[in-house]
């Protein structure tokens, strides 16, 4: 009767093994924090470049580390961030500064680790000094995902894992993904502050935040203990425009979303502090996630001015093409992270070809400002 028993519990043992659900993307392995820094913002605001300058000096320190969302919004802002051409305002970004807003801008709120956004200080980057703090902080889980957008139909189709290492504090976490938007071109004040992104007349502005996919603060998951896989897919259709009046057309070469586990909910349901955060991949229709898990890449700075970095894994060769299709820089790489002066290509957009060790290709789009 005992060998019986035994022989059932093994079998069982296996089915469970042989049925349980294996990462495709996260890791399991233990990490440290990434930080997101989300910006608070406005065309109209003198001092905003500047802070964004800020912001891109933390994302060129922690290149795959640190994330950001410029978040511009009218509620409240005393109308730095108006609403004539391009309206880079949305509701859900009036809700974000209404409840973590200061007395002005711009304002970082980091990991939302604090009620309110942090001020600008002109004399010291604080807000790159706070996420360094934070980027040695081990984090409970990891977060990690792959996105695939049909260009005829503008379907999203996205998929996040979330792994937790350590036990979160509480029952239940909350993951919430985002849209931004990247290139758009328009006036800004103050943009001298920041010259990388001055194109012409004109300021490009990065990292635009577009919508939350999710509940606004995030859904809830659980559980949330040591050596939980929790995936969750979700399907968004990409509008034509955002923005209303003067709406911004949504350019499918140009987003790309993260996804971020906030730990518990706070004073009007807003949810903090975020616990780990991720940029999902983009993978073209037709290649599988597994194809791609191994060639994740990083492009920096975006804008670049002088020398480009490319940091990938067994990455062969980088190509890099001009809006109308013809190749103006072709590097042989011999290791992971690869450099390219590109302070002899004129101001505009540009396509980066990353092709690694087995043929795969994986394009980015940078705008070379100077």
Same mark, same amino acid.
């Given at each position: 009767?005992?060998?019986?028993?035994?022989?059932?519990?093994?079998?069982?043992?296996?089915?469970?093994?042989?049925?349980?659900?294996?990462?495709?993307?996260?890791?399991?392995?233990?990490?440290?924090?990434?930080?997101?820094?989300?910006?608070?913002?406005?065309?109209?605001?003198?001092?905003?470049?500047?802070?964004?300058?800020?912001?891109?000096?933390?994302? &060129?320190?922690?290149?795959?580390?640190?994330?950001?969302?410029?978040?511009?919004?009218?509620?409240?802002?005393?109308?730095?961030?108006?609403?004539?051409?391009?309206?880079?305002?949305?509701?859900?970004? =009036? =809700?974000?500064?209404?409840?973590?807003?200061?007395?002005?801008?711009?304002?970082?709120?980091?990991?939302?680790?604090?009620?309110?956004?942090?001020?600008?200080?002109?004399?010291?980057?604080?807000?790159?000094?706070?996420?360094?703090?934070?980027?040695?902080?081990?984090?409970?889980?990891?977060?990690?995902?792959?996105?695939?957008?049909?260009?005829?139909?503008?379907?999203?189709?996205?998929?996040?894992?979330?792994?937790?290492?350590?036990?979160?504090?509480?029952?239940?976490?909350?993951?919430?993904? @985002?849209?931004?938007?990247?290139?758009?071109?328009?006036?800004?004040?103050?943009?001298?502050?920041?010259?990388?992104?001055?194109?012409?007349?004109?300021?490009?502005?990065?990292?635009?935040?577009?919508?939350?996919?999710?509940?606004?603060?995030?859904?809830?998951?659980?559980?949330?203990?040591?050596? &939980?896989?929790? &995936?969750?897919?979700?399907?968004?259709? @990409?509008?034509?425009? @955002?923005?209303?009046?003067?709406?911004?057309?949504?350019?499918?070469?140009?987003?790309?979303?993260?996804?971020?586990?906030?730990?518990?909910?706070?004073?009007?349901?807003?949810?903090?502090?975020?616990?780990?955060?991720?940029?999902?991949?983009?993978?073209?229709?037709?290649?599988?996630?597994?194809?791609?898990?191994?060639?994740?890449?990083?492009?920096?700075?975006?804008?670049?001015?002088?020398?480009?970095?490319?940091?990938?894994?067994?990455?062969?060769?980088?190509?890099?093409?001009?809006?109308?299709?013809?190749?103006?820089?072709?590097?042989?790489? =011999?290791? =992971?992270?690869?450099?390219?002066?590109?302070?002899?290509?004129?101001?505009?957009?540009?396509?980066?070809?990353?092709?690694?060790?087995?043929?795969?290709?994986?394009?980015?789009?940078?705008?070379?400002?100077?």
């Amino acid at each position: 009767m005992k060998k019986l028993l035994l022989s059932i519990c093994l079998v069982a043992l296996c089915l469970l093994k042989a049925n349980a659900q294996e990462p495709k993307m996260v890791t399991t392995e233990p990490s440290k924090r990434n930080v997101l820094i989300e910006e608070l913002t406005g065309r109209s605001c003198t001092w905003c470049p500047l802070g964004q300058l800020h912001v891109n000096q933390a994302l &060129t320190e922690f290149p795959g580390r640190v994330f950001t969302a410029n978040i511009h919004s009218d509620g409240g802002a005393g109308g730095l961030s108006p609403k004539t051409y391009p309206n880079l305002n949305t509701l859900k970004g =009036d =809700d974000i500064y209404k409840l973590f807003g200061n007395s002005g801008l711009p304002g970082a709120i980091i990991n939302r680790t604090e009620d309110k956004a942090a001020g600008l200080d002109s004399s010291v980057n604080r807000w790159m000094l706070e996420a360094s703090k934070i980027l040695n902080q081990s984090a409970e889980c990891n977060i990690a995902g792959s996105v695939t957008i049909n260009p005829e139909t503008r379907l999203a189709r996205i998929t996040v894992e979330v792994y937790y290492t350590a036990d979160s504090k509480v029952e239940n976490n909350y993951l919430t993904v @985002i849209m931004l938007q990247d290139s758009i071109i328009g006036p800004q004040k103050g943009a001298e502050s920041n010259p990388d992104q001055i194109i012409g007349d004109q300021y490009c502005h990065m990292h635009v935040y577009r919508n939350t996919l999710t509940d606004k603060w995030g859904d809830a998951i659980s559980p949330t203990t040591a050596g &939980t896989l929790i &995936t969750k897919t979700f399907k968004y259709t @990409i509008p034509e425009s @955002i923005g209303e009046p003067n709406g911004v057309k949504v350019d499918l070469n140009n987003v790309h979303f993260l996804a971020f586990v906030t730990e518990h909910q706070a004073g009007g349901a807003k949810t903090m502090p975020i616990l780990n955060v991720c940029q999902l991949q983009h993978i073209e229709q037709g290649e599988s996630v597994e194809e791609n898990v191994e060639t994740t890449s990083y492009v920096y700075p975006n804008p670049v001015k002088d020398v480009l970095t490319i940091t990938a894994e067994n990455v062969k060769q980088v190509v890099m093409y001009n809006s109308l299709g013809q190749v103006v820089k072709t590097v042989d790489a =011999d290791e =992971d992270d690869v450099q390219i002066n590109v302070s002899d290509l004129q101001n505009g957009m540009y396509f980066v070809n990353i092709i690694d060790n087995a043929g795969n290709v994986t394009t980015n789009k940078v705008a070379v400002s100077k």
